[in-house]
C-alpha cells in the first residue's frame, strides 16, 4: 500500500537522530446521512487518511500526524516528531524505555448481520426512515 512511504518516514526519522521510529497508515470510510422528522436533509461520503509518526529521541517519545500522504507533508511530520521529542528530553528525569516484544501487524473488522456500508443510499435512508418511525411511535404510546 503506502509502505514505501512510511519506510521512508522512519528512515528520515532515524536520520534526524531518532533511536526509535514508527510511521502507521489509517484509512477510514464513512457515510453521513441526516434526516429530521423523517425526511432527508443530507448525505455524503468520506474517506480520510493519513500518518502517525512516533519516535524516541534522548529517551523522550515525540509524536506527530498528517491528513495527507505528500511526502513534503509526510517529512514535515516527521521532523515535529522529533523536535518535540528533543524538547521533551530536555524536562525528562528517566529515558523511555521500550519492552522487548515482537512488532507485528493487525487488521480488525467487526461484523454485523448486515453491514450498514453495503447498503446503497436509498437503502439506508429507508432504514432511518424506519428507525424515525418506531422512536415516533413508542414515544406516543
Sequence with gaps: MHEDL???????????????AEA?????YG???S??????IGYGESIREGVGIRVVV??????????SISWESLKEAVAEAVKLA???AKLMKRPIEFADARLGRAKY???????????GPEEKIAVL?????????????
Design 129 to 141: 426512515a424506519e428507525i424515525w418511525d418506531r422512536v415516533k411511535n413508542a414515544v406516543k404510546q
Design 58 to 67: 534522548e529517551g523522550a517519545l515525540g509524536f506527530s500526524a498528517t491528513n
Design 24 to 28: 502507521r497508515f489509517h484509512r477510514r
Design 6 to 20: 512510511l519506510q521512508r518516514c522512519v528512515d528520515e526519522a532515524l536520520k534526524l537522530g531518532a533511536s526509535y
Design 35 to 40: 434526516t429530521r422528522n423523517g425526511e432527508l
Design 109 to 119: 473488522e467487526a461484523i454485523c448481520l448486515k453491514p450498514f456500508d453495503s447498503m
Design 31 to 33: 457515510s453521513s446521512i
Design 86 to 88: 528533543r524538547t521533551h
